[in-house]
């Protein structure tokens, strides 16, 4: 059963919204051990008092903000929350935009909304909008002591609150190295790009997620099993020498290559369809809460 991760409500103007917030990753069930390699014994995280040298339970730490060298202030969980008690109870939507603006490089990390008592009406009432309007809106919330930024959208029958990045937290493309992008100076031809467009749409399908697999962790948890197996599994598997990579031809013929794949993929095609892989605020007044 999935546990929430606070209790709060969506605003927006004057409406307020009682929901619920879920994580909506899964836990990842691939987990690996930090080993010894001398005697294969666990390698443990020990939290100890830098004075003493003694090892500090958990139970026993609190959070401190150093403002002066060795000089801290201790904040405790109520601490972070009187701090601005609203923010941390309340999804505030700032403003609507078009779901289509949003770069994708901003999208983060993906929670589930679900509505809080007596808040289903207003809940659904927030999800048919922004689907019938495509919009998304784009909110404020606290998470574990930090604020984020976040995209509320609909997601079947449900909102999903999707964390944004800051745009500071954004690589500046100018600082990287990219000399020449037009196609002119690159020498693509009309019928490179004909025939890649070709490709393209041959290549063409229905989005399916349920179609794409994580095959490296699937042939990670092979080889664990191959290696019990066969009596290894404390073997630690030494790097073979590099070899020298074949060196390609200095000129590439991209458009024997375009056509290869464009061959190729309409084999596939034939066979099977599906076998391939891959602001300004609202003003502060008295909230109105809808109720079922």
């Known amino acids: 059963m999935a546990r929430e991760i606070w209790k709060g409500a969506i605003s927006f103007g004057l409406v307020h919204i009682p929901v619920n917030l879920y994580s909506g990753e899964k836990p990842n069930e691939l987990k690996f051990s930090m080993l010894d390699r ?25 959070k401190g903000y150093e403002y002066e060298k060795d000089q801290y202030v201790v904040l405790s969980d109520e601490d972070f929350r009187r701090a601005n008690v609203k923010a941390t109870q309340t999804v505030d939507i700032l403003a609507f935009v078009q779901a289509s ?11 589930y909304l679900t509505p809080g008592k007596s808040g289903e009406k207003g809940y659904a009432l927030l999800r048919e909008v922004l689907r019938q309007t ?10 574990h002591t930090r604020q984020h930024v976040a995209a509320i959208m609909p997601h079947g029958e449900l909102l999903l609150l999707e964390l944004l990045r800051f745009a500071s937290e954004i690589r500046d493309t100018e ?35 349920e179609d794409y697999r994580d095959d490296y962790r699937n042939d990670l948890l092979a080889l664990v099993k191959k290696k019990i197996k066969a009596g290894q599994s404390l073997t630690i598997t030494e790097p073979e020498p590099e070899q020298e990579p074949a060196r390609p031809d200095n000129v590439i013929d991209l458009m024997k290559l375009l056509k290869r794949s464009v061959e190729e993929t309409g084999k596939i095609a034939t066979k099977s369809p599906t076998a391939r892989k891959p602001v300004p605020k609202a003003p502060r007044a008295k909230k109105i809460t809808l109720r079922s």
């Not at 495509?134 to 998470?143: D, P, R």
Request: glycine fraction near 8%.
């Open 101 to 111: 603006e949003i770069d994708p490089i901003y999208f983060e990390k993906p929670y």
């Open 38 to 62: 001398r005697n294969m014994a666990a390698v443990g995280y020990k939290r100890f008092n830098k004075e003493t040298g003694k090892e500090v339970a958990w139970e026993e730490i609190v």
């Open 175 to 209: 600082e990287l190295d990219l000399s020449e992008t037009s196609l002119s100076a690159l020498g693509v031809s009309k019928k490179e790009l004909a025939m890649a467009e070709q490709l393209v749409e041959g290549m063409t399908d229905k989005w399916n997620p």
């Open 134 to 143: 495509g919009k998304v809106g784009i909110a404020t919330l606290v998470i």
